[in-house]
């Protein structure tokens, strides 16, 4: 019987009583729905007649549930679009997952829970993603069948194969039946990888604020260009002693002395990257909260260069307002929409911005590399470029998985790769 296939080549957790309870509840409600004919207010039905299933490939009566994603924001929007990914693979509606509010590493117990909707449009997301990946609501959910579990594997033996083999099952008959599929286990960050970067651009793509934070950051943006349409620069500047210990870690690790830059090799190489910019022009330092408390990161940069960071735009208020998320939520928007964003190329948080940095610059038709036009430019400021300054910095679209944007690299370029 195919059910029990299902279960028991997959299941590591449900005892045999408890699949042969489960199999005769399938079986009798089976049974019930082969004899009786379909009811027209079947909740599914209904909602799959509304929406047209040939603009909506990815099935909408299926649904997949994820554990809570953690860690920071750049780390919880990967996850999420693993998330998606897994659910497309499956061909299932996401159902809404939580995000954390707060910055909590290892206890993840007190990480508080915040719905997706509460950061990130659900009807934007839903209708920008149409045919790729799709979220849901709970409430669609008519809970004819619990769900099936799907416990991840972990451990060095857990390997890339197994785990998509894993998924693959899933996507069999008689699993393939249950309403909804609720994996197990670890944050999906850990899960494996098994897509291009191109896929995950299309599901960040999707990704717009609510428009709460979204008009916070409109607002912050336009105390750094002083009310005006002007120009500005976006650092996102990596110096607070917590990131140094870890980045002279890494450093060693790696045998390379490319990924912690000073404050003063970083002042240097923007002043570098400004001298082909008009002046004066604002820039916008996105820092840790702990650099805030002496005015020291304001000093040291070159005339004609107005560095900005939230306390001295007053808008520090604004953002101790919001959750841990939410704020480095609106700091990513502001690198996003700059006229030139520089970063490092070591940090997920900087390596997602040039992602989507480079999808715009894609979109507004400006050519796969790098060519003398600014607009939009991004540069790594812990790579030396041949002129002396940062790097220049686009994000290889053709990769084959998310990897060196995850966990950062010093192997970057200026051309976008193969485009589709
Ligand atoms: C999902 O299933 C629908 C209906 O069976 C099919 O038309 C569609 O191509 C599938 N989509 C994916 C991504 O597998
Ligand atoms: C969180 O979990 C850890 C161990 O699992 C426990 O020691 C700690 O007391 C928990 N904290 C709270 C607030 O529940
Ligand atoms: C199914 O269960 C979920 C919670 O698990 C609930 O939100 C939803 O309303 C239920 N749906 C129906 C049709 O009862
Ligand atoms: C740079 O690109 C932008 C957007 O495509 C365009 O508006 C602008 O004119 C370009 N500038 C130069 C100097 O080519
Ligand atoms: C650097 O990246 C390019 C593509 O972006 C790749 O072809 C090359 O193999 C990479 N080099 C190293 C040393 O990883």
């Not at 060095?156 to 998924?167: A, N, V, Y």
Request: hydrophobic share 40%; charged share 20%.
């Amino acid at each position: 019987m195919d059910f029990l296939n299902c279960m028991s080549t997959i299941s590591h957790k449900s005892s045999l009583v408890f699949k042969c309870c489960l199999l005769l509840l399938v079986l009798l409600a089976f049974r019930t729905l082969m004899l009786s004919p379909i009811p027209k207010n079947f909740p599914w039905i209904a909602s799959y007649h509304l929406s047209n299933p040939s603009h909506n490939p990815i099935r909408i009566n299926k649904f997949l549930e994820v554990p809570q994603i953690i860690w920071g924001l750049n780390n919880q929007k990967i996850a999420f679009a693993r998330a998606c990914l897994t659910a497309r693979l499956l061909n299932r509606t996401l159902l809404l997952p939580s995000l954390t509010a707060n910055l909590v590493y290892k206890e993840i117990n007190l990480s508080e829970p915040i719905p997706f909707n509460k950061v990130f449009n659900f009807e934007k997301f839903n209708s920008l993603c149409t045919g790729f990946v799709q979220l849901g609501h709970y409430s669609s959910l008519s809970n004819r069948t619990s769900p099936l579990e799907l416990q991840k594997g972990s451990g060095r033996k857990w390997t890339k194969e197994r785990d998509l083999s894993q998924l693959q099952q899933f996507k069999e008959g008689s699993c393939d039946k249950f309403e909804v599929i609720r994996i197990t286990g670890k944050n999906p960050f850990l899960w494996h990888d098994h897509w291009p970067v191109k896929d995950y651009a299309k599901v960040f793509r999707c990704l717009a604020l609510v428009d709460e934070i979204e008009e916070e950051a409109s607002k912050v943006i336009s105390k750094i260009q002083g009310g005006e349409n002007v120009p500005y620069i976006a650092v996102h500047m990596r110096i607070e002693i917590d990131w140094m210990i870890h980045c002279k870690k890494v450093e060693q690790r790696l045998h390379t002395s490319q990924i912690c830059s000073s404050k003063e090799e970083i002042t240097n190489r923007v002043a570098k990257i400004a001298s082909g910019l008009p002046r004066p022009i604002p820039v916008y330092l996105a820092i840790a909260d702990s650099l805030l408390k002496d005015g020291s990161i304001l000093s040291g940069w070159e005339e004609g260069l107005i560095p900005f960071e939230k306390k001295k735009l007053g808008v520090w208020d604004v953002y101790q307002k919001h959750p841990y998320i939410t704020q480095a939520a609106i700091d990513f928007e502001v690198c996003l929409r700059a006229d030139v964003f520089v970063g490092n190329s070591y940090s997920t948080f900087s390596s997602l911005v040039v992602l989507q940095r480079t999808e715009n610059w894609i979109e507004m038709g400006s050519g796969a590399s790098c060519g003398g036009n600014l607009s939009f430019a991004s540069y790594a400021y812990n790579i030396l470029g041949e002129d002396g300054g940062a790097q220049r910095w686009m994000t290889d679209m053709s990769a084959l998985s998310l990897e060196s944007i995850s966990y950062g690299t010093n192997n970057i370029s200026c051309e976008v790769g193969g485009m589709s």
